[in-house]
C-alpha cells in the first residue's frame, strides 16, 4: 500500500496566515490547496513534507478572476472549474476554455488550482504553457511583501520554480493588449491524460497583418529562445496556410521531446508542428468571427 510519510498538519485562515506558517515552518513546509500533485508524490515518498499548510480556506482572498480593460488579475485559488466557465475570461482569453477543457477530469478540476499547477512547474502541464502565450507576471508575497516575476522568471525547471520557502504564489497577472485571440490544443493518449504533445498560440493583428504573435509548446522540451525567434518571424506577416505551416517547422525544430511510451521523439516533433499551425489558424479564425460579429 502506498501511503504518505508522518506529518503535521495546519489549515490557514487567511493569506497572512498562511506567510507566517511558511516563515515559521521552514523548508520542510508545503502548501496543499487541490493537492492533485502533491498528495500522489508523497504516497510514493518522492515528497516528504514534515508540514502541510491547507490553504483551502484562503478561496475568499485569492479565489477571483477581474477582467480589467488593461489587465487580467487571476486569483491563485481560483479553480480549473471556474477558469473553464468564465465567460468574461474566455471572451478575451480562449485559450483556458481551451485549455480547461482537456486538463484531467471534472473530479480535477473541481478542486486543483491555477496557482497549484503553476507552482507544480510540472513540464507537461497546461496551464503554464497558457501562461506562458499570454505573457503572465506571477505576484508573490512574503514576510516582506510582495515581488513581481515573469513566469519564465518564476517556473526555473522542471519541478522547480523561484518562490522562497516563505513566499505564496497569490496572483496571475496577464496583459490586454491590441486585438487579439488565442487557442490550445493537444494530443493525449486518453480523455485527461498528460499531454503528448500540446500547444498554445496567440496572435494580436493590425490591419491585416501580425503585429504579435507567441507560441509555446508542451511536454516536448521546447528551447524558449527557438519559440520567440517563431514570434518574430510571424510579425508583420499576413497569415496564410503557408506562413501557419512554416511557422509549425519552425516549432517541431524548436523542441527536443524525448522517445518514451507516449512516442518517438519524431511523432512528437510532428504534433508540435501541427499543433502549432491549429492554434495559429485557430487564432485568427477567430478575431475574424470577432470582427464579423
Avoid at 65 to 79: E, S, T
Avoid at 205 to 216: D, H, Y
Amino acid at each position: 500500500m502506498q501511503v504518505p510519510g508522518p506529518f503535521e498538519y495546519e489549515r490557514a485562515t487567511g493569506v497572512d496566515h498562511a506567510i507566517a506558517l511558511l516563515d515559521k515552518l521552514g523548508d520542510e513546509a508545503r502548501v496543499i490547496a487541490g493537492g492533485h500533485s502533491l498528495l500522489p508524490m508523497m504516497k510514493l515518498r518522492l515528497a516528504n513534507p514534515e508540514f502541510l499548510i491547507d490553504i483551502n480556506d484562503l478561496a475568499g482572498e485569492l479565489g477571483y478572476i477581474d477582467v480589467g480593460d488593461g489587465v487580467v488579475r487571476i486569483g491563485a485559488m481560483v479553480r480549473h472549474r471556474e477558469l473553464l466557465e468564465s465567460d468574461d475570461l474566455a471572451a478575451v482569453f480562449p485559450i483556458f476554455r481551451d485549455a480547461e477543457k482537456v486538463i484531467a477530469d471534472p473530479v480535477v478540476r473541481n478542486r486543483g488550482t491555477l496557482g497549484g499547477s503553476l507552482c507544480q512547474a510540472d513540464p507537461a502541464e497546461d496551464l503554464s504553457t497558457v501562461c506562458t502565450v499570454l505573457d503572465a507576471t506571477c505576484v508573490l508575497r512574503g514576510p516582506s511583501g510582495t515581488r513581481e516575476l515573469s513566469l519564465a522568471d518564476f517556473q526555473l525547471g522542471p519541478y522547480e520554480t523561484a518562490a522562497a520557502s516563505n513566499e505564496l504564489l497569490v496572483e496571475v497577472r496577464l496583459p490586454r493588449h491590441g486585438n487579439g485571440s488565442s487557442a490550445y490544443a493537444k494530443v493525449e493518449r486518453r480523455a485527461g491524460d498528460w499531454a503528448i504533445a500540446a500547444a498554445g498560440a496567440a496572435v494580436w493583428m493590425n490591419g491585416k497583418t501580425i503585429e504579435q504573435a507567441r507560441v509555446a509548446l508542451t511536454a516536448v522540451r521546447p528551447d524558449p529562445g527557438a519559440l520567440a525567434e517563431l514570434g518574430e518571424f510571424l510579425r508583420g506577416a499576413e497569415p496564410s496556410e503557408e506562413l501557419f505551416r512554416e511557422a509549425g517547422a519552425r516549432a517541431a525544430a524548436a523542441c527536443n521531446p524525448d522517445a518514451d511510451q507516449r512516442g518517438t521523439a519524431d511523432y512528437k516533433r510532428h504534433l508540435a508542428s501541427e499543433l502549432t499551425v491549429r492554434t495559429l489558424r485557430r487564432s485568427v479564425e477567430r478575431l475574424a468571427v470577432a470582427e464579423r460579429g
